[in-house]
Each structure stands twice: as structure tokens, then as C-alpha cells.
């Protein structure tokens, strides 16, 4: 008998207590019949560790420093090695003969339950993990041309403004990586103005004159002026847009969460009422699925206290910092205060729900005023005006006067107008109106 059984048999336990650990979590989170045969299958897992470890004291008896000249001298009387098929691939074991057949027999239960409980599992365990992403291969590229320059205007104390918004608008890039995406957008956009320039330049783009034409003929002081003005309107376009961007998202980021947050706290002081510990009541609005912009404000006050090693005061002081919405940075701040105070959870959350629902029906109110002014609005210029357009047509058809175009033209042309003017409308209407 080797070290190479002992060594098999301590890599086989070690395998055993993973499969104990994930087990574990699941029937935490299990009830009836599925829990039950989680808890056959750690039943048996524990047996196959038992036998196992009744084997290891008799193979360090029979251990030898002294390297055996045949192999089958190497048996011992007492003990059995053994193979077996594992979904994870082939297993060697060495047990005692006595409990040969009890191990396989628990190694058939274990195996046959786990194999089960894995395809039940798999969704959920897939699900899981969601959270890890492959990098951003046109992240990858700018970084590798503009890293260094962007470290250096970062170091400079450049671009604080836009780090904050980057962090309250909750973009997956970090600001190093963000302003190099800039930076090598910005130069392809270069690339493209040239190309439009060149083109300005040997194309006359005007109605007049849509083919080529000789270049002298292109090479005046006002057509050099706008071939240069829409060239440069190109890079200075994407310089703006990618300045502006965590701006914009992060400010339509806090008003999702403005509508979301009556509905949030009064979930909270729901739970807060059972007498539960105050980071818990955040975790199960972090864990719900019925707030998805609040949620992820939630998760970074859990990342702290839970990675960083924050207490939860602490956390919530520093996640008001970091959140796009003033009502919800305001929420945090009251309930560091009031945990640190010792005041009553409960009732300050019940106080701020109703603030917030109320406030939650003012803003219902000014939409609903909105849409009716926006109504009034479409009802003259949609079809009222149209009415007197075709009035007006049909006084110039009688009267014989002639505007250049035929009253078929214009016909067609007030449709495509009243289209054009109800789409706008419906976009309008879409954005402004709230989602609760």
C-alpha cells in the first residue's frame, strides 16, 4: 500500500465536502420533497466520508518507506481499492472490505440524487453568476492606444465631474477606460470628418448641382467655410455626446428610482415592522425582482458592508453620495441617522412613505395636467389647423388663383405633416409620462 492511496482518498473527501457545501445552501433554501432529498443525498454523502475515514488508519499502518519490488505485493488483507465512474470523471478509493458494499451502496444513493438535483439546479445556479461579464473588446482597444494618456489627465485632477456621473449613472466602466473609449472615438470620428471633407470638396452636395463637378468651381471663401464647419461638427459632436452621456442617463437613472421609491419604502416599513435586523430589510429588496433601478442603489450599500467591511451607517452615508436621486439620498441619510440615534425604524420609514406618496401624487397630477395641455395643443394644431388648411385650398381653387403646386401636392403634404406631428406627440407623451 502507497501514499497514492491515502492521497487519493483525502482528494476524494475534499471532493465530498464541496458537493456537502453546495448541498447545505440549497436545502437552506428548500422546503418539503425537495428539501427532503437534499437531505437523503447529505445523509449519504456523511456515510461515504465515515467509511472513508475508517480506511485511513489502516493504510498508514502498511505505509512503507521502502518501495515494494512487485505489485502484488503491495495488497493488504483488509482493504479494497476500487474505480468507479463519476459524472465528473473516473474515481479511485481505497476502503475496507467490510465496507465495501455499504459504500457502493451509498455512493449509488448519492450519485443517482445528485445527478437529479443538479438538473433541477441548473437554471437557478446559471442565473446566479449573471453578474460576471466579458470585457468590452472596444474597451480593450482603447485602452490599449489611450490608457496611459487618460491616467495622466486623471492624475491632473481632469474629469471629477464626469467620474461622478459615471458612478451615479451606474455605466460599467471604470473613468480611466471611459475616457480612453472617448479619446478613440473622438480620433475615428477624425478619420470619418476628413472623408466627408474630401467628398464637400469634389461633390457639390447642393440641389442645384448633385454630380461632379470641376474642382476650381468648388474652391470659394463660403463653400471652404462650410466643407470646414461640417468636417470639424463631426468630432466636436462626439466629443459632447460622450462628455454628456453619464449626465443624461444619470439624471433619467433618478427619476426611475423617484418613481419607484414611494412603493420601495413602504415595502421597508412593512418588514421594518416584523422586528427584523435593519441590513436584512435590504437585502430582500435588493434580492426582489419589483424594483430593478432601486435595487441596484440597494446592492451598493450591501457591497459594503459585506466587501468593504462598512458598517451600515457608514454604507448608507456613502451611498447617498453616489446615488442619482436627491429622494433617495435623502432616505439613506435619515435612516443612518435614525439607526445611529437608535430611533424607531418603523415609524420613521412610515413617515417617509407617506412624504413620498404624497409627493409620489403631485408629480401623478402635474402629468396628468401636462397631457391635458399637450391635448389642447394637438387639438388646434392637428385638427383644427389641417380644417382650415383645406379651407383655404378650396377658396384658391375656386377663386382660380394658383400657389405653384396642384391641390393633390399639397393634399399629400398636410397628411405628411399631421403624421410627422402625431408621432412627435406620442414620443413626447411616452417620455414624459411616469412608469408607475
Do not use: W
Request: hydrophobic share 45%; charged share 20%; proline share 4%.
Amino acid at each position: 500500500m502507497t501514499l497514492e492511496s491515502l492521497k487519493l482518498n483525502l482528494e476524494h473527501e475534499k471532493k465530498i465536502i464541496n458537493e456537502l457545501s453546495m448541498l447545505m445552501k440549497q436545502a437552506e433554501r428548500r422546503k418539503g420533497r425537495e428539501k427532503a432529498l437534499i437531505d437523503r443525498t447529505i445523509t449519504s454523502l456523511i456515510n461515504q466520508l465515515k467509511i472513508i475515514n475508517n480506511s485511513i488508519p489502516s493504510i498508514l499502518e502498511h505505509i512503507s518507506p521502502i518501495k515494494k519490488l512487485k505489485p502484488e505485493e503491495e495488497k493488504v488483507k483488509g482493504l479494497a481499492s476500487m474505480s468507479y465512474e463519476h459524472p465528473e470523471g473516473r474515481r479511485l478509493i481505497t476502503v475496507k472490505e467490510s465496507d465495501k458494499r455499504k459504500f457502493l451502496e451509498e455512493l449509488s444513493l448519492s450519485d443517482i440524487n445528485l445527478e437529479r438535483i443538479k438538473k433541477e439546479y441548473k437554471v437557478e445556479k446559471v442565473k446566479s453568476f449573471t453578474g460576471f461579464k466579458k470585457p468590452n473588446p472596444y474597451a480593450k482597444l482603447s485602452n490599449k492606444f489611450f490608457s496611459g494618456i487618460s491616467e495622466k489627465l486623471i492624475e491632473r485632477g481632469k474629469f471629477s465631474s464626469l467620474n461622478l456621473n459615471l458612478r451615479k449613472a451606474n455605466l460599467p466602466f471604470l473613468l480611466n477606460t471611459y475616457i480612453s473609449m472617448m479619446f478613440f472615438t473622438i480620433l475615428i470620428s477624425i478619420f470619418i470628418a476628413i472623408g466627408v471633407f474630401v467628398l464637400l470638396i469634389f461633390f457639390d452636395v447642393s440641389i442645384n448641382s448633385p454630380f461632379l463637378v470641376k474642382p476650381a468651381v468648388m474652391f470659394t471663401l463660403a463653400r471652404m467655410l462650410r466643407n470646414v464647419l461640417v468636417s470639424l461638427a463631426i468630432p466636436v459632436l462626439t466629443l459632447i455626446c460622450f462628455y454628456f452621456y453619464p449626465y443624461t442617463e444619470q439624471q433619467s437613472m433618478g427619476g426611475r428610482i423617484d418613481q419607484e421609491l414611494p412603493f420601495v419604502v413602504i415595502h421597508m416599513a412593512a418588514i421594518a415592522g416584523s422586528g427584523i435586523e435593519p441590513s436584512q430589510i435590504f437585502k430582500i429588496i435588493a434580492l426582489g425582482k419589483d424594483y430593478p433601478y432601486t435595487s441596484q442603489e440597494i446592492k451598493k450599500v450591501i457591497n459594503q458592508v459585506n466587501i468593504y467591511g462598512y458598517d451600515l451607517v457608514n454604507a448608507l452615508r456613502n451611498s447617498a453620495r453616489n446615488t442619482s436621486s436627491n429622494r433617495l439620498a435623502e432616505l439613506f441619510n435619515g435612516l443612518a441617522t435614525t439607526i445611529s440615534s437608535g430611533g424607531s425604524l418603523t415609524e420613521f420609514l412610515d413617515k417617509r412613505a407617506e412624504t413620498l406618496l404624497f409627493d409620489y401624487k403631485l408629480d401623478k397630477e402635474k402629468a396628468t395636467k401636462v397631457a391635458e395641455t399637450f391635448m389642447d395643443i394637438y387639438i388646434s394644431i392637428v385638427i383644427a389647423a389641417p380644417m382650415i388648411m383645406m379651407l383655404l385650398l378650396i377658396l384658391i381653387s375656386v377663386s382660380g388663383m394658383s400657389i405653384g403646386l396642384s391641390i393633390d401636392a399639397l393634399t399629400i403634404i398636410i397628411l405628411l405633416i399631421v403624421a410627422l406631428i402625431n408621432i412627435v406627440f406620442l414620443i413626447f407623451l411616452h417620455i414624459e409620462q411616469p412608469k408607475y
